[in-house]
């Protein structure tokens, strides 16, 4: 099992910058990739972007692309979301996932945590 703790949500100032945190712990030997998906109220849960854990490679969603930018310290197990340029649109809570997905993009992660709340202002 891994357990998957996020942090650092709260309210910004459109244009303004967030960064998001996800300390997971556990089996984390066993992870092939880390994720950030979220949801906005009356909307589906959608991919916002992934990293693969030990090559490092990126993915991400085209209406975050150029303005978040997802990280890794694989010391500390944790996995980072920083948001700037943030847009009233990107306000949802967002969530933390773990494990081995088929496609990076997908929902089929194996862990989540329980979410943290993005609340951008115009």
């Known amino acids: 099992q891994v357990q998957l703790v996020e942090s650092g949500g709260g309210e910004v100032q459109a244009g303004g910058s967030l960064r998001l945190s996800c300390a997971a712990s556990?089996?984390?030997?066993?992870?092939?990739?880390m994720g950030w998906f979220r949801q906005a109220p009356g909307k589906e849960r959608e991919f916002v972007a992934a990293?693969?854990?030990?090559?490092?490679?990126?993915y991400y969603a085209p209406s975050v692309k150029g303005r978040f930018t997802i990280s890794r310290d694989n010391a500390k197990n944790t996995v980072y979301l920083q948001m700037n340029g943030v847009k009233p649109e990107d306000t949802a809570v967002y969530y933390c996932?773990?494990?081995?997905?088929?496609?990076?993009?997908?929902?089929?992660?194996?862990?989540w945590g329980q979410g943290t709340q993005v609340t951008v202002s115009s």
């Open positions: 996932a773990a494990g081995s997905p088929r496609l990076y993009g997908s929902s089929d992660y194996d862990f």
């Open positions: 556990g089996r984390t030997f066993s992870l092939h990739a």
């Open positions: 990293i693969n854990w030990i090559g490092g490679t990126t």
